[in-house]
């Protein structure tokens, strides 16, 4: 069970994600926890100037499925992540998993800038 959020990114009130939208948050909160490891040092975690520089896609696609696959009832993680680079250092990721409630696609979205 996982809280739900608005649009804006805030906690809606008594409200929280279960079954299969449980599983999307699950995974879209431990990649931005992932990318977020330590944001009081910036040598700490992932390198920002080669992901959001040179964009090491392979490498950052198979961290991002290890995280996925790591999440409750995920069973399978496509081979394919795609990665859509924003303006201001936002970077898109998505892919879909295979969970017990059927096939489900992931999005998200990290900011560097917030790091």
Request: net charge negative; charged share 25%.
């Amino acid at each position: 069970m996982f809280r739900e959020y608005d649009e804006d990114g805030d906690i809606k009130s008594g409200t929280f994600w279960r079954g299969r939208d449980a599983v999307g948050a699950n995974i879209s909160t431990q990649i931005q926890l992932w990318f977020k490891e330590n944001p009081l040092n910036h040598k700490e975690g992932i390198d920002w100037k080669t992901e959001f520089g040179d964009l090491s896609e392979g490498r950052l696609a198979g961290q991002i499925r290890d995280i996925a696959f790591g999440c409750d009832k995920v069973l399978k993680v496509s081979e394919r992540v795609v990665f859509n680079q924003l303006p201001n250092r936002v970077l898109g990721i998505s892919f879909s998993v295979e969970t017990e409630y059927g096939v489900q696609s992931v999005g998200v979205n990290v900011d560097a800038n917030n790091y």
